[in-house]
């Protein structure tokens, strides 16, 4: 196993996680917190914790995409 090997150390990787799925998932879960977000706050007046969904946003991008971010080579 080399030290770039994107098994061992996954802030090596240079694809997202999931390759085009993980591309559309990241893109599909704003969407999906504004809807949660008006569906709680409408239907069960809970906006005081309707806007925890929108935490899902960047827990999501940071599970594909990885905490470093894409590096220049």
């Given at each position: ?18 390759g ?29 914790w ?5 935490l ?18």
């Open positions: 196993m080399t030290e770039n090997d994107p098994y061992t150390n996954p802030l090596s990787r240079k694809t997202p996680l999931g085009s799925t993980g591309v559309a998932i990241v893109s599909i879960v704003p969407i999906v917190a504004l809807v949660l977000f008006l569906l709680l706050g409408f239907l069960a007046g809970a906006w005081a309707a806007w925890v969904f929108f899902a946003v960047p827990i999501v991008s940071i599970i594909v995409y990885g905490f470093g971010g894409r590096q220049q080579r």
